[in-house]
């Protein structure tokens, strides 16, 4: 039997922090085995914000090297850079054709993000939506594990599969495969160390709302002694009025591999003079295997562009097959 397939990805905006690892990329590794998985390096999604070009390309190296390093296996996966397979670009302004405005400008993310930008809100940015789904559809992906921040950019995805085929195909014969979200109840919400009401994000101003993955372990223990915290007395989780407690006992937990109950019985008489040295400990222990291996990795160039030179055929061969399926559908000329 075929295996199911799996696509995801994460933007090259600098480095990645433990939302992304505990929301995203442990989730592939665990479950790789049992899917064709297809990960990319979504570097055209990095420019719908402004951008550095001189840190793009090494931003781009450093998230390819980190899929390694957390445990993705070439056995199992392939990894490749999306500026790097043209029909992204090609698949995604088909889509846009198709894609009422009105779906994209209700986007929160778009919303959240336009704020911050101002008047230099770009077309890019409320077509973000967009060349996701032709991400996920030119893979014909069953599965996309992502954090709870992407569930309503996979419904649109979802909402355009219906739309599209609805209009140029038939119920027997559907040309885009409809894709499900994949997004673990655990993980899928990690929240800043400074703030337990804000997600933790790349793209939050303070470097002390997150801890990166190539984070060292003195800059560690310094993030988390600084976390904010509260007065109150003895750890617990789901404490609406506690959002940072229920966070960093949330953190140990998934980190420790520990369950709930396990948790509460080991915490909650400590305060947090106690509590901090225990996560700052299974952070550092957590992180240290995947950075020994990301260095490693980076130390061999040729190794790392041969990886994203094969990912990028293989990528190639099966988006291209899709992109012709679709401009078919659309009634183009043969290429
Ligand atoms: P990006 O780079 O912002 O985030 C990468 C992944 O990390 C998850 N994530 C989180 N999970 C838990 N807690 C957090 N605080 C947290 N912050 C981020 C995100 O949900 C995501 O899974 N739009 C995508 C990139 C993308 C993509 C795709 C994903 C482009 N095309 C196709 C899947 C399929 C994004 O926001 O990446």
Redesign the pocket.
């Given at each position: 039997m075929n295996k199911k397939r799996v696509?995801?990805?994460?933007?090259p905006?600098g480095n990645l922090h433990l939302?992304?690892y505990?929301?995203?990329i442990r989730n592939w590794v665990e479950s790789q085995e049992e899917y064709d998985n297809f990960f990319c390096v979504?570097d055209l999604?990095a420019i719908t914000v402004p951008h550095d070009p001189t840190t793009l390309a090494e931003d781009t190296y450093t998230i390819a090297a980190l899929y390694l390093a957390c445990g993705i296996s070439l056995e199992y996966s392939t990894i490749f850079v999306q500026s790097q397979i043209s029909a992204h670009c090609e698949l995604a302004w088909l889509l846009n054709c198709i894609t009422p405005l009105n779906w994209l400008e209700r986007m929160i993310q778009f919303k959240e993000k336009a704020i911050k930008q101002g008047e230099n809100v770009s077309v890019g940015l409320l077509d973000y939506p967009v060349l996701?789904a032709a991400?996920?559809l030119l893979y014909e992906a069953d599965l996309?594990p992502?954090?709870?921040?992407?569930k309503q950019?996979l419904e649109l995805t979802r909402d355009l599969v219906v739309r599209f085929n609805d209009k140029f195909a038939t119920p027997e014969a559907p040309v885009l495969k409809m894709p499900n979200p994949l997004i673990r109840e655990e993980?899928?919400?990690?929240?800043s160390i400074t703030d337990g009401t804000k997600?933790?994000?790349?793209s939050d101003p303070s470097d002390w709302s997150r801890i990166n993955l190539l984070d060292s372990p003195e800059l560690i223990e310094k993030k988390i002694k600084k976390a904010k915290t509260d007065p109150i007395k003895g750890l617990w989780f789901d404490d609406p009025e506690r959002p940072e407690c229920d966070n960093l006992l949330t953190l140990y937990r998934i980190l420790s591999q520990k369950s709930k109950t396990e948790v509460i019985n080991e915490c909650q008489d400590m305060g947090w003079g106690q509590f901090k040295p225990l996560l700052i400990e299974t952070i550092i222990e957590t992180l240290r295997p995947i950075q020994s291996k990301y260095y490693s990795i980076r130390a061999e160039q040729t190794y790392l562009d041969n990886i994203l030179k094969q990912g990028a055929t293989k990528a190639s061969t099966v988006a291209n097959q899709t992109l012709t399926k679709v401009k078919n559908a659309l009634g183009y000329l043969p290429s």
């Open positions: 696509l995801s990805g994460v933007q905006t939302g992304n505990l929301g995203a979504v999604h996701m991400d996920i996309v992502v954090g709870e921040d992407q950019h993980g899928a919400r990690i929240m997600k933790m994000s790349k």
